[in-house]
Structures are given as structure tokens and as C-alpha cells.
């Protein structure tokens, strides 16, 4: 199948500047969508993944920076990303941004802290925002949001990160699926769960990770974040109507 035709869909895509969200922010381009493209830190990266956009197919790109972990920047953001193009506001929210505890500073925190971080910047902020442009999009009578699980939050995986991912994405799954009947029928409302991706983590992954994540998947390889990024598209184009309130494993076949 040809890729969707997104010439003029209005998207915001959360956490986008490196990773699943910055491919599926080029994925969206490719195929025409205007993008919006939030970060945190680096305006530099942010404005670099906006300039590919247009580069790629987008009428119009945009940045947006705000710290997920304040409940005030994220309500601004909402609001500024709603009339950023006029009073139409959004077709698509995608909430894909989520911290980092598994590389960098947030490595090296403890399990409280990971913990902490995780529940404000992964669930409170998706709950909370995806609530706000939820009730934006069923006033205005249409709209998409697509939120970020993990494919082993249901099945369980061991380890402080097992415990703290599967608690935090669950959660997010779990939202997604009610979020979904409170929206009805005018916003759609699916959650994506990738499996092994080779994003940051996965390039320094030890020798036995690396084994561990293409003996899981049947297809026997690592995920990439286009992988997951071409899922996304499909499921904010108008050819995935009839799909809402469902989670969709990217894992390469992975059953655990």
C-alpha cells in the first residue's frame, strides 16, 4: 500500500527531537502532514527536525519547547499548540514524549527518583494533556491522539526497569483505553507499544541485550524507530477511522 496522503493534517508531535518521536515526525512530513515539533532542552535539535520537515513535505513546521515535567508548561503548550495555525486548531496530538532512566543523567538517579520522574513526565503529563486537546478536538467535532506503552507492561519483565516501565506504560495503556470511550466518537484514541527499538539504549546495549532483543522477536532483528514511526502514520491518517481505544505492539512478533 502506497503511504497515506496527510496533506494538511495539523500535527503536534510530543518529544520529537530525537528517537521514535523525531521518525515519526518525518514520517508525518513525507506524507504532506504539517508538524509541529516539541522538545525540552535543545531548541537547536528541535528547529534542525522542523527545517527536515519542510525539506520532506510539510507546508508548515513549528517548535515548541516545554519541560513535561511542569504542569504549567504543559498546559501552555497545549493551548499555544491549538492556535499556533489558526481556530481550527489540532487534527493530531501524539504524545510520544516520555524521560529518560535508562541513559544519561537520569541513569544514575535511584529507583525513587526514576520512579518520580517517570509517573509526572510519562503518565500525569499524557493524562492531563491528552484530557485538554481531547476536549478541544470533541467540541470541535474530530481529532486523533496516540499515546506511548511498552509492549511488556501486560506481561511483565524483570528488573527495576521492568518494574518501573511496566507500572508507568501500563498506566498509559490503560488511560488510552478510557480515554478512547470518553472521546467517542468524534477523537480517536490509540496507544502505540514498541518492543526492542534501537533507539539511544539500544546502540550501548551490553552483547547480551543485543542477543536477548533479536532472540525475542521472531523476526529476529532490533526494531528501528521507523518501524514504529510508520505504525504511528497509519494510525493518524484517515485509512485508521474504524480504530480507537486499542494498543498495537511493534515488536517484530514478539509474544511473551
Known sequence: MPPPDLNGLRCIVLGSTSGIGRATALSLA????DVIIHGRRSSEAAESVAAECLRLGSARSAVLMADLADRDAGDRL???AWDLWGDDGLDAWLHLAGADTLTGP???LDFDAKLDLLWTVDVASTLRLCRRVGS???ARGRGVILTMGWDQAE?????DSGELFAATKG???CLSRSLS???APEVRVNCLAPGWIKTSWGEQASDDWQARAVSEAPLHRWGTPDDVAQVARFLVSPDA???TGQTFRVNGGAIR
Open 30 to 33: 513525507s506524507s504532506g502532514a
Open 78 to 80: 497545549v493551548d499555544r
Open 106 to 108: 537520569g541513569a544514575s
Open 136 to 138: 478541544l478536538m470533541k
Open 155 to 159: 506481561t511483565g519483565m524483570e528488573g
Open 171 to 173: 498506566a498509559i495503556m
Open 181 to 183: 470511550l470518553s472521546l
Open 241 to 243: 477511522e474504524f480504530l
